[in-house]
């Protein structure tokens, strides 16, 4: 009865919306090319038809069909799709102020957003500005980032505490993503509450911050029509705002422990987001500014503790799969080592000196990104793209995996080949941030491009580097590498983890 009531408002709400659309608005330029689309419905059925679960095949094979930029449709809303590199760049780099702007959230992402208060779905404005300067001035800014290398050395003894007991116990490892994750949540924890937590609170805000994650689909029917699932589906939404309370509670346990101890030594992320004063909205004194509130810094931390850990783990975990399915490259990258330096392990200051090991891990973003699109954008006004209209009232999306995988842009595209990235290699003198020209983008591009792609860039040197170092990573016998991947939430893991044997290297 609930989901039949939900449905029949839905359908009227969408039908009226169109309605008004086709009255009043009738734009000069068309949207770009799609499937066929059902009224009201949009192309939902469609891609039924086609599977859910390979959305980027489905989307791969209509770019086939309709060209580098196609129009889906969710219910009356087009979500605009480019797989170019050049328009990529058009939109993202020389139209940028114009494709900056994000959607309005979905209701439970308000929730869990605070209401769109942290740097991924904050509007393009004030506000963004504030915070995106508040995390790169702050906590990313190179002196900052330097002072946090005795936290990445403790993550790493973590993680290669972790690798070797289940090399004991189990005679090989195979739970790399797990170890890889919790390693960088420890690492980032530490940056962002300024205090080396117990193993035991990280699982917890692991666990909590896990909860929140799959609460996205869990509680997604709540988003079909708010108004009226507030109503009909109370209990639903009881749950959902139960989970982020507990989430809440977690995370505050810690800031407010951090606001009472605040030492004055290294400067935390909390630190930055006490102090942090944001520019009023709509409906508030004008010009005023004020500090956040407990759930905007909740949201803030939140947003941090997930944007630092899950895609540096995804990336990490397939440059090690890549390492065990191809000795010959592992070989490469410690030989490499080895003829630059000698002690027991691998300090932030001798990654310089790496050139093979840089264009492995440029190699594996091209070929694996943790993410194959990027966050959905929104213009600022209707604007125009290759000829074709990209509504403000639309979303518009790229898509990276695709990008990587060009054959117009890299030769051999599915071959793995680090050469690419060294000297004389077709990509030789790559510019991660795609101002001049984009190749590639596993970070964006533009305005909203990813603020913490260096640190990440030496996150995945520095830990790759010293888990090769320190041991040679073998296949197991009759278990071969398995490249495929599956999406996991917002990144794209391996289907089939990968097995290793880890042997200690002797020198
Ligand atoms: C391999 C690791 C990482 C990858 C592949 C990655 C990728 C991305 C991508 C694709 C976006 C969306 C860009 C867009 O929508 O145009 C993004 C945004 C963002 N990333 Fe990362 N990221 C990584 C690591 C990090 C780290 C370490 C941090 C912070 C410590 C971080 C913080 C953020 C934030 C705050 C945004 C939102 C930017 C905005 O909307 O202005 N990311 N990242």
């Known amino acids: 009865m609930e989901i039949i009531t939900i449905i029949f408002l839905t359908v009227i709400s969408l039908a009226f919306s169109i309605f008004i659309k086709l009255i009043f608005f009738s734009p000069t330029h068309k949207l770009p090319p799609g499937p066929p689309r059902l009224p009201i419905i949009g192309n939902i059925m469609w891609l039924k038809k086609n599977s859910f679960s390979d959305f980027q095949g489905v989307l791969r094979d209509l770019a086939s069909r309709h060209g580098p930029i196609i129009t889906l449709h969710v219910g009356s809303k087009p979500s605009i799709w480019v797989t170019d590199r050049l328009l990529a760049h058009e939109a993202l780099v020389q139209n940028g102020a114009v494709f900056a702007d994000r959607p309005l959230a979905l209701p439970t992402t308000r929730v869990i957003t605070s209401n769109q208060h942290d740097i991924h779905s904050s509007v393009y404005g004030s506000l963004w500005r504030t915070l995106r300067r508040n995390l790169t001035s702050e906590i990313l800014q190179p002196s900052r ?56 609170e990280i699982r917890e805000i692991e666990e909590a911050q896990y909860q929140m994650l799959i609460s996205y689909t869990k509680f997604s029917v709540l988003n079909i029509f708010p108004s009226v699932t507030k ?8 749950e959902f705002l139960e989970l982020r309370k507990s989430q809440e509670n977690v995370i505050l346990r810690f800031v407010n422990a951090r606001s009472k101890e605040n030492t004055g030594d290294v400067l935390c992320y909390v630190d930055t987001l006490m102090r942090l004063e944001i520019p009023t909205e709509e409906g508030e004194e004008e010009g005023t500014k004020r500090k956040l509130s407990e759930s905007e810094i909740v949201s803030l931390c939140s947003e941090f503790l997930n944007a630092g850990t899950d895609p540096t783990a995804t990336a990490m975990q397939w440059i090690m799969a890549i390492m065990v399915k191809y000795p010959e490259i592992q070989r490469k990258v410690y030989e490499e080592m080895k003829s630059v330096l000698s002690g027991e392990e691998i300090k932030e200051e001798d990654l310089g000196k790496m050139s093979y090991l840089k264009a492995v891990i440029l190699e594996s973003l091209r070929r694996h990104p943790p993410g194959h699109y990027l966050s959905y954008h929104k213009v600022t006004n209707d604007t125009v793209l290759a000829g074709f209209l990209v509504p403000r009232q639309g979303t518009i ?27 004389n290699g077709e990509a030789n003198g790559f510019d991660m941030t795609g101002t001049r020209e984009i190749k590639m983008m596993p970070f964006g591009a533009g305005r909203r491009m990813c603020p913490g792609y260096s640190l990440s860039l030496l996150h995945l040197e520095y830990y790759v580097a010293n888990l090769v170092w320190k041991y040679e990573w073998k296949c197991v016998e009759g278990e071969e590498v398995d490249l495929s991947e599956k999406q996991q939430f917002i990144t794209m893991v391996m289907k089939n983890p990968f097995k290793a044997n880890m042997i200690p290297r002797r020198r």
């Not at 002072?147 to 490892?173: C, M, N």
């Not at 919790?182 to 193993?199: D, N, P, T, V, Y």
């Not at 109503?231 to 009881?238: G, N, P």
């Not at 890299?410 to 990235?421: G, H, N, Q, S």
Request: hydrophobic share 40%.
């Open 231 to 238: 109503f009909l589906l109370r209990r639903k939404w009881k």
């Open 397 to 423: 999306n790229f898509m990276v995996g695709e990008m990587g995988r060009d054959p117009k842009i890299w030769e051999d595209p599915l071959t793995f080949k680090p050469e690419r990235f060294l000297q």
């Open 145 to 200: 980032v330097k002072a946090h290398a005795p936290s990445r050395k403790w993550s790493l003894e973590i993680l290669v505490d972790l690798f070797e007991t289940e090399q004991r116990e189990k005679g090989y490892v195979s739970d790399a993503l797990d170890h890889l994750r919790h390693a960088m949540f420890c690492l980032l924890s530490l940056i962002c509450f300024g205090e080396k937590l117990s193993r035991e």
